[in-house]
């Protein structure tokens, strides 16, 4: 018999030929109804150290003005290779000039692609960063230029990169199965949809954490059987204290150039560090000059509490976070991180639940900076800009490609 790998997604198995369709699936839906358009002075692509891919590199290097703006290494020590270099190793591109491309026909195709991202796991899949700001304005539908992204890899090649990726969630959900860990991928992605409002206000939250830490469930639940697990667990987690500590914790880097990035409203570019016990807000300046334009107690930033509005605002980008095979393989990465020890769906729920804190306390830091004590759409929304690009930086299995 044919080795089988189990599309957990659909609840379907997938045969060794059918794995090697030279038409795999792509996945647009993430895209559909969204629209895009650059913004002047915005440049937030231009903060992202792209690297070189081999044709590039070798073009870049045969040029001696292209050859200037190559860095051996990228501020991500796990990504090998060449990439471009940053101004002042954590400011814009080398060659960007007062926000302008310079060598914008030769960009590389990271830079062509933003704000979209090509995930593989068991399938194609592309995400829209919606850190960017031109996302949501009227102009390029993104489905069409998705299409457009990922024709431009040939049937062949994504054939060939579902297929190695393929081979890395086979063996996920065998050692999964081995430990005795194993739940379906339409299991837990099933439950975060029935656990919306819980995963959106504080009592349900502290549920999922404290299941998540301690909850036993059975191998192969079903969505609902974890669902009422998660539902009368009893709600220890202090979701404030660990809102705290893990806020401090993502501005406590050594380097500025690992520190998460914010454009505001004004297309200024923002950076925060923990200086002693204080968080500092910085100005970030093309040529990587920091000018400090404040400093917070860390303790004085509560999460805020949030309108309907805010909350509807949230549960959308749960939908969307939910759907996104990256998340997905986030998950995978840290029950095998983890050594298998918890059960999937307790991994799952945790990542998702942890990031859900993130997103509500950065959006409280920016609501308390701009005098703001309650959070709706727009301050959601705020929040989501200040945290999506990270959130598709995390470790996954699978790749983007």
Same mark, same amino acid.
Request: glycine fraction near 8%.
């Given at each position: 018999?044919?080795?089988?790998?189990?599309?957990?997604?659909?609840?379907?198995?997938?045969?060794?030929?059918?794995?090697?369709?030279?038409?795999?699936?792509?996945?647009?839906?993430?895209?559909?109804?969204?629209?895009?358009?650059?913004?002047?002075?915005?440049?937030?692509?231009?903060?992202?150290?792209?690297?070189?891919?081999?044709?590039? /590199?070798?073009?870049?290097?045969?040029?001696?003005? %292209? @050859? &200037? !703006?190559?860095?051996?290494?990228?501020?991500?020590? *796990? =990504?090998?290779?060449?990439?471009?270099?940053?101004?002042?190793?954590?400011?814009?591109?080398?060659?960007?000039?007062?926000?302008?491309?310079?060598?914008?026909?030769?960009?590389?195709?990271?830079?062509?692609?933003?704000?979209?991202?090509?995930?593989?796991?068991?399938?194609?899949?592309?995400?829209?960063?919606?850190?960017?700001?031109?996302?949501?304005?009227?102009? /390029?539908?993104?489905?069409?230029?998705?299409?457009? %992204? @990922? &024709? !431009?890899?040939?049937?062949?090649?994504l054939s060939k *990169? =579902?297929?190695?990726?393929?081979?890395v969630f086979t063996?996920?959900?065998?050692?999964?199965?081995?430990?005795?860990?194993?739940?379906?991928?339409?299991?837990?992605?099933?439950?975060?949809?029935?656990?919306?409002?819980?995963?959106?206000?504080?009592?349900?939250?502290?549920?999922?954490?404290?299941?998540?830490?301690?909850?036993?469930?059975?191998?192969?639940?079903?969505?609902?059987?974890?669902?009422?697990?998660?539902?009368?667990?009893?709600?220890?987690?202090?979701?404030?204290?660990?809102?705290?500590?893990?806020?401090?914790?993502?501005?406590?880097?050594?380097?500025?150039?690992?520190?998460?990035?914010?454009?505001?409203?004004?297309?200024?570019?923002?950076?925060?560090?923990?200086v002693g016990k204080?968080?500092?807000?910085?100005?970030?300046?093309?040529?990587?000059?920091?000018?400090?334009?404040?400093?917070?107690?860390?303790?004085?930033?509560?999460?805020?509490?949030?309108?309907?509005?805010?909350?509807?605002?949230?549960?959308?980008?749960?939908?969307?976070?939910?759907?996104?095979?990256?998340?997905?393989?986030?998950?995978?990465?840290?029950?095998?991180?983890?050594?298998?020890?918890?059960?999937?769906?307790?991994?799952?729920?945790?990542?998702?639940?942890?990031?859900?804190?993130?997103?509500?306390?950065?959006?409280?830091?920016?609501?308390?900076?701009?005098?703001?004590?309650?959070?709706?759409?727009?301050?959601?929304?705020?929040?989501?800009?200040?945290?999506?690009?990270?959130?598709?930086?995390?470790?996954?299995?699978?790749?983007?490609?």
């Open positions: 018999m044919a080795p089988r790998w189990e599309n957990q997604q659909e609840g379907t198995s997938l045969t060794e030929q059918q794995r090697d369709d030279p038409a795999p699936e792509i996945d647009l839906s993430e895209l559909h109804g969204r629209t895009y358009k650059c913004i002047d002075d915005c440049a937030l692509c231009c903060l992202c150290q792209p690297e070189l891919l081999p044709d590039e /590199e070798r073009a870049f290097r045969a040029a001696p003005k %292209l @050859a &200037a !703006g190559i860095s051996e290494s990228h501020i991500s020590p *796990e =990504v090998e290779g060449a990439a471009i270099g940053l101004k002042g190793r954590h400011g814009a591109c080398h060659f960007l000039s007062e926000k302008r491309c310079t060598i914008y026909d030769l960009r590389t195709h990271y830079c062509r692609s933003f704000p979209l991202n090509v995930f593989v796991g068991w399938r194609v899949q592309v995400n829209v960063n919606m850190s960017c700001r031109g996302v949501g304005l009227p102009g /390029e539908d993104l489905t069409a230029l998705g299409e457009r %992204l @990922a &024709a !431009g890899y040939g049937s062949e090649r *990169e =579902v297929s190695s990726a393929n081979d063996q996920f959900i065998r050692n999964t199965r081995d430990a005795g860990v194993a739940q379906s991928f339409t299991s837990v992605r099933g439950t975060v949809e029935m656990l919306e409002d819980e995963l959106t206000e504080p009592i349900g939250l502290s549920r999922v954490m404290t299941f998540a830490e301690h909850g036993n469930p059975r191998e192969n639940s079903s969505a609902g059987d974890i669902v009422r697990r998660v539902r009368r667990t009893e709600a220890e987690a202090d979701i404030s204290e660990r809102a705290l500590m893990d806020g401090v914790e993502l501005f406590d880097l050594p380097d500025l150039s690992l520190l998460p990035v914010y454009v505001d409203q004004e297309l200024r570019w923002k950076i925060f560090k923990l204080e968080i500092v807000a910085y100005d970030l300046h093309e040529d990587g000059r920091t000018m400090e334009t404040c400093r917070i107690d860390p303790p004085s930033i509560d999460l805020l509490p949030m309108n309907d509005g805010g909350r509807s605002t949230m549960r959308e980008y749960l939908r969307t976070i939910n759907a996104r095979d990256c998340f997905l393989g986030h998950g995978a990465y840290l029950c095998d991180l983890e050594g298998y020890e918890y059960n999937f769906a307790q991994v799952y729920l945790g990542a998702a639940a942890n990031n859900m804190i993130d997103l509500w306390w950065r959006a409280s830091l920016l609501a308390r900076l701009a005098g703001t004590d309650e959070l709706g759409p727009r301050e959601i929304r705020e929040g989501v800009t200040f945290f999506d690009m990270d959130l598709l930086d995390l470790s996954t299995i699978g790749a983007f490609i």
